[in-house]
């Protein structure tokens, strides 16, 4: 078992920046590629990034390519998730997952999930 909590989400105006954390704990966290995906009302899970278990390889949605950054430190077993250029389109519930194979872009071949954190971006 792998278990994943996301912090660092909140309210922020257009054009800010926002960093959320992925904590893990459980089994060894640098065998697991990890993914972020997001959820707005009304709208299906979607992904945002992936990133390798070594940190050498990622991902992005062409939607957040320039703006986010994914990064993780097996050391702490963190992955973080620098938003720039946050846009009131970036709100919704975003998911840390871990996945045991690759960081893929389909959400329901992750194993294990975070409980999300609300990122709000207004106008």
């Known amino acids: 078992q792998v278990q994943v909590v996301e912090s660092g989400g909140g309210l922020v105006q257009a054009g800010d920046s926002l960093r959320l954390s992925c904590a893990a704990s459980g089994r060894t966290f640098g065998n697991y590629a990890m993914g972020w995906f997001r959820q707005a009302p009304g709208k299906e899970r979607e992904f945002v990034v992936g990133?390798?278990?070594?940190?050498?390889?990622?991902y992005y949605a062409d939607s957040v390519k320039g703006r986010f950054t994914i990064s993780r430190a097996n050391a702490k077993n963190t992955v973080y998730l620098l938003m720039n250029s946050l846009k009131p389109e970036d709100t919704a519930v975003y998911y840390c997952a871990a996945h045991s194979t690759y960081y893929s872009s389909n959400w329901y071949t992750y194993q294990y999930w975070g409980q999300g954190t609300q990122v709000t971006v207004s106008s």
């Open positions: 990133i390798s278990y070594s940190g050498a390889n990622t």
